[in-house]
């Protein structure tokens, strides 16, 4: 019996032929890899959906940073469905709302820009305050 390393979908082969047809299948995708399509760049999307009649919010991706940042967090993002589109992997994630929170209205928000001083004034209290909290 041989297990297949490091996929979610990992299967177990229970015999040699199985094994055998596995390979070959390997094989086959490795060589058509150059004809398989992918998604472009444009097409690669993350989409969430919520509404006021649920508490959960729906997260369907085809980003890679995406789906391994959520992968990274399984207690959180449960994911509930995966596949391809052609060579293009997607998953789709819930979440509770209630432990999800993301402020639309910060995006907008210019950042603060700050003098030379400002900056140095900054850094001294944060320092202050590092070093009293190291002491303690």
Do not use: C
């Amino acid at each position: 019996m041989t297990n297949l390393p490091h996929h979610p979908h990992t299967q177990t082969i229970e015999n040699q032929s199985e094994q055998d047809e596995l390979e070959q299948k390997m094989e086959t995708t490795t060589a058509d890899a150059s004809t398989v399509k992918r998604l472009t760049a444009i097409e690669r999307e993350t989409i969430l959906t919520m509404n006021d009649g649920e508490p959960t919010i729906r997260i369907e991706t085809s980003q890679r940073r995406i789906l391994t940042a959520l992968r990274k967090k399984p207690t959180v993002f449960r994911e509930v469905e995966t596949g391809y589109f052609g060579a293009t992997e997607w998953a789709r994630f819930e979440v509770n709302a209630d432990e999800a929170s993301f402020n639309l209205a910060s995006a907008g928000r210019e950042r603060r820009q700050l003098t030379d001083e400002q900056r140095a004034e900054l850094s001294r209290r944060a320092r202050r305050l590092h070093n009293a909290h190291n002491q303690d």
